[in-house]
């Protein structure tokens, strides 16, 4: 990012220094053009003025334009700078009354516009100049006696009408300039607050699968080696025991390994939420509620738990892989952690709202503490000794929840049961 944004201030520097050589050039061939036409009236008027001195400072002026183009910047400002101005005191010397001195006002404005805030003290130093030269012409002017007045009338024209262009064209240019500086800076304050939120959601989505790797590899282990231990455990004790036992021991097993394809089924889960894009499509809200409780219907107890299904939204545009996911665990959890004692176990269903889909999962259980519910959505969390699951369901079911930009809340009390919801919001 460092690299981008000093790329971005570069260019901006680079534009303001093109342009000003820009203007300089301007400036230069305005010089050529206005010594030359000014020579050329000399010339139809037979006046004093016709002589060589208006191309010398022509050929001088394209010397500097040559340099300008060349790369010699800096020696081309200065020496154009100096050169205006002792021309414009030199020919308003020659012709006190011929409009010259108007020459000084557009070249103090330059001189600012030329140089940029780092080097003032140039552009300061050049309008003292402009001034002091100025002040010398003009009082010279009081003391004129030439007489020629009607060809120096068409000389003020053209050098009050040239000034005007050069002032003109100096105030278009600082419009401009502050016009691309303004976007240029916008942009780059834009890009830098992107690249920054970017920076920070990447830091916090690395320092996050650190974290849950670090976790993920102490807990995977575990996990996954336990039920193995147990296995091979059963495994030798059926070796010594009777074959009528057996039986038993293979009852066993089999739970073990249960579990173990459970978990290994919760780690894909995991792996495809975070690999796959959200496929948004038209669900049958119903449907996937029917799907997601015959799933858990052979769980230990589901057959004594009352079902009561209210469903106000029929249909939701979302992603049937994680919804579905996230009704079965949420389901699962209130049929494993129901009391199954009390007078008539119940889940509640409800399904509302149009932006976002409103889902609500409630059950009369066990419930559970307030400690246990700050920690319940953290990864590999067992909120209770009658866990018998990895503790990643609800971990995986909030992060499904992230991808399809929804959020999940949970009430329990102990005792007396929970509620969870979830929030699904429709894509626009």
């Given at each position: 990012m460092p690299d981008r944004i000093q790329k971005i201030d570069k260019d901006l520097l680079r534009n303001r220094e093109v342009f000003r050589y820009r203007l300089l050039d301007q400036l230069i061939i305005v010089g050529i053009a206005s010594a030359i036409l000014q020579f050329l009236i000399d010339i139809s008027r037979d006046s004093f003025l016709g002589d060589l001195s208006e191309l010398v400072f022509a050929g001088v002026l394209g010397l500097l334009l040559v340099a300008n183009r060349k790369g010699y910047h800096k020696f081309a400002r200065i020496s154009t700078l100096?050169?205006?101005?002792?021309?414009?005191?030199?020919?308003?010397?020659?012709?006190?009354?011929?409009?010259?001195?108007?020459?000084?006002?557009?070249?103090?404005?330059?001189?600012?516009?030329?140089?940029?805030?780092?080097?003032?003290?140039?552009?300061?130093?050049?309008?003292?100049?402009?001034?002091?030269?100025?002040?010398?012409?003009?009082?010279?002017?009081?003391?004129?006696?030439?007489?020629?007045?009607?060809?120096?009338?068409?000389?003020?024209?053209?050098?009050?009408?040239?000034?005007?262009?050069?002032?003109?064209?100096?105030?278009?240019?600082?419009?401009?300039?502050?016009?691309?500086?303004?976007?240029?800076?916008?942009?780059?304050?834009?890009?830098?607050?992107?690249?920054?939120?970017?920076?920070?959601?990447?830091?916090?989505?690395?320092?996050?699968?650190?974290?849950?790797?670090?976790?993920?590899?102490?807990?995977?282990?575990?996990?996954?080696?336990?039920?193995?231990?147990?296995?091979?455990?059963?495994?030798?004790?059926?070796?010594?025991?009777?074959?009528?036992?057996?039986?038993?021991?293979?009852?066993?097993?089999?739970?073990?390994?249960?579990?173990?394809?459970?978990?290994?089924?919760?780690?894909?889960?995991?792996?495809?939420?975070?690999?796959?894009?959200?496929?948004?499509?038209?669900?049958?809200?119903?449907?996937?509620?029917?799907?997601?409780v015959d799933h858990n219907r052979y769980l230990p107890g589901a057959e004594k738990i009352d079902l009561d299904l209210k469903i106000e939204s029929k249909t939701i545009v979302s992603d049937s892989y994680r919804i579905s996911s996230i009704l079965t665990s949420l389901i699962a959890n209130a049929v494993k952690y129901h009391n199954l004692n009390q007078e008539r176990p119940m889940l509640w269903i409800a399904v509302k709202g149009t932006n976002p889909v409103k889902f609500i999962i409630k059950d009369n259980g066990s419930g559970f503490s307030h400690d246990v519910k700050t920690k319940i959505f953290d990864m590999f969390y067992r909120g209770s000794e009658r866990s018998t699951g990895a503790g990643l369901g609800l971990y995986i079911a909030k992060e499904m929840l992230g991808a399809l930009k929804g959020k999940i809340e949970v009430d329990s009390e102990e005792g007396v049961g929970s509620t969870f919801s979830f929030y699904v919001p429709v894509p626009d």
């Amino acid at each position: 990012m460092p690299d981008r944004i000093q790329k971005i201030d570069k260019d901006l520097l680079r534009n303001r220094e093109v342009f000003r050589y820009r203007l300089l050039d301007q400036l230069i061939i305005v010089g050529i053009a206005s010594a030359i036409l000014q020579f050329l009236i000399d010339i139809s008027r037979d006046s004093f003025l016709g002589d060589l001195s208006e191309l010398v400072f022509a050929g001088v002026l394209g010397l500097l334009l040559v340099a300008n183009r060349k790369g010699y910047h800096k020696f081309a400002r200065i020496s154009t700078l100096i050169a205006i101005n002792a021309a414009i005191f030199v020919f308003n010397g020659m012709l006190t009354t011929g409009g010259i001195q108007y020459y000084y006002f557009p070249v103090i404005l330059v001189a600012f516009i030329l140089y940029d805030w780092k080097e003032w003290y140039k552009s300061v130093l050049f309008a003292l100049l402009s001034f002091i030269l100025f002040f010398v012409n003009t009082t010279d002017l009081i003391g004129s006696t030439n007489n020629a007045i009607d060809w120096r009338l068409s000389s003020i024209y053209i050098n009050f009408g040239t000034a005007s262009a050069l002032s003109a064209m100096a105030i278009v240019f600082l419009v401009k300039t502050n016009k691309k500086s303004e976007q240029s800076l916008r942009e780059a304050n834009k890009e830098l607050i992107r690249l920054s939120s970017e920076l920070n959601e990447k830091n916090q989505v690395l320092a996050k699968t650190n974290d849950e790797l670090d976790k993920f590899m102490y807990s995977s282990s575990h996990d996954l080696r336990a039920p193995l231990s147990s296995i091979l455990g059963l495994v030798n004790v059926a070796k010594l025991d009777t074959p009528d036992k057996r039986e038993t021991y293979l009852e066993m097993i089999r739970d073990r390994v249960n579990g173990l394809d459970y978990f290994i089924k919760e780690i894909i889960d995991f792996s495809k939420n975070s690999r796959t894009e959200v496929n948004y499509e038209s669900l049958d809200v119903e449907q996937l509620i029917e799907q997601a409780v015959d799933h858990n219907r052979y769980l230990p107890g589901a057959e004594k738990i009352d079902l009561d299904l209210k469903i106000e939204s029929k249909t939701i545009v979302s992603d049937s892989y994680r919804i579905s996911s996230i009704l079965t665990s949420l389901i699962a959890n209130a049929v494993k952690y129901h009391n199954l004692n009390q007078e008539r176990p119940m889940l509640w269903i409800a399904v509302k709202g149009t932006n976002p889909v409103k889902f609500i999962i409630k059950d009369n259980g066990s419930g559970f503490s307030h400690d246990v519910k700050t920690k319940i959505f953290d990864m590999f969390y067992r909120g209770s000794e009658r866990s018998t699951g990895a503790g990643l369901g609800l971990y995986i079911a909030k992060e499904m929840l992230g991808a399809l930009k929804g959020k999940i809340e949970v009430d329990s009390e102990e005792g007396v049961g929970s509620t969870f919801s979830f929030y699904v919001p429709v894509p626009d």
